[in-house]
């Protein structure tokens, strides 16, 4: 029998993509952020998919959009830094990080 993949992070929860995502609670250090202030409960988020979809098609600036975007994207390098890296991610890191690539983002997409 293959045992299920356990969270990188912290090791207590099977890995699936909205708990790597969105429910662990190193991961929610970073939602909870006063720039993103997203606050994540099993109750309010079911799909990682849905979740995103509603984030990016609400009324919030390109900017916040970018910035999710963003720390989904830095969170996920995070992972994988510490996967293959075995350097464990930091959360403001992650944040500052997806700030920065944010600004890019909004400065060569200005129209
Ligand atoms: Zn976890």
New binding site residues.
């Given amino acids: 029998m293959i045992p299920e993949p356990?969270?990188?992070?912290?090791?207590?929860?099977t890995?699936t993509t909205e708990?790597?995502f969105m429910?662990?609670?190193?991961?929610k250090q970073i939602w909870a952020d006063p720039k993103l202030n997203i606050d994540i409960t099993p109750l309010n988020i079911a799909q990682m998919d849905k979740w995103v979809c509603a984030f990016l098609t609400s009324k919030n600036t390109m900017e916040l959009k970018s910035f999710f975007g963003g720390a989904i994207w830095q969170i996920w390098k995070g992972c994988n830094a510490l996967v293959f890296q075995n350097r464990k991610p930091n959360p403001r890191a992650i944040l500052e990080d997806a700030s920065f690539i944010t600004q890019l983002f909004v400065r060569w997409n200005q129209q």
């Fill in positions: 356990t969270c990188v992070l912290c090791g207590q929860a890995k708990h790597l429910l662990c609670e190193w991961i």
